[in-house]
Nanobody, 117 residues
Framework: VQLVESGGGLVQPGGSLRLSCAASGFTFSSYGMRWYRQAPGKERELVAVISSAGDSTNYTDSVKGRFTISRDNAKNTVYLQMNSLKPEDTAVYYC???????????WGQGTQVTVSS
């Protein structure tokens, strides 16, 4: 099982980034997917959730209207489009796969997002 994030980097406030998470080794289309983030000295925070079919999404309040989670089950990939980025969005972003019925849970290694001028 692998979850490989990419797309992080340094961006100025107000800028945009698109994170990708490529999955392999499990039936991606059967798993709900999540993006978490962890800033230095803070607990890991749930950012966005998407259902296995991609027909339901949810966001933490601080990113609503700015971030969009999506998935392409044909490509086994989940995305996080981040617009209007703020310095407080700086964190390591992790993707997570979860299927409750089989108690399965997988994490990626994380990708750094830094928002700074």
């Amino acid at each position: 099982v692998q979850l490989v994030e990419s797309g992080g980097g340094l961006v100025q406030p107000g800028g945009s980034l698109r994170l990708s998470c490529a999955a392999s080794g499990f039936t991606f289309s059967s798993y709900g997917m999540r993006w978490y983030r962890q800033a230095p000295g803070k607990e890991r925070e749930l950012v966005a959730v998407i259902s296995s079919a991609g027909d339901s999404t949810n966001y933490t309040d601080s990113v609503k209207g700015r971030f969009t989670i999506s998935r392409d089950n044909a490509k086994n990939t989940v995305y996080l489009q981040m617009n209007s980025l703020k310095p407080e969005d700086t964190a390591v972003y992790y993707c997570h796969a979860r299927r409750v019925v089989v108690a399965a849970s997988y994490w990626g290694q994380g990708t750094q997002v830094t928002v700074s001028s």
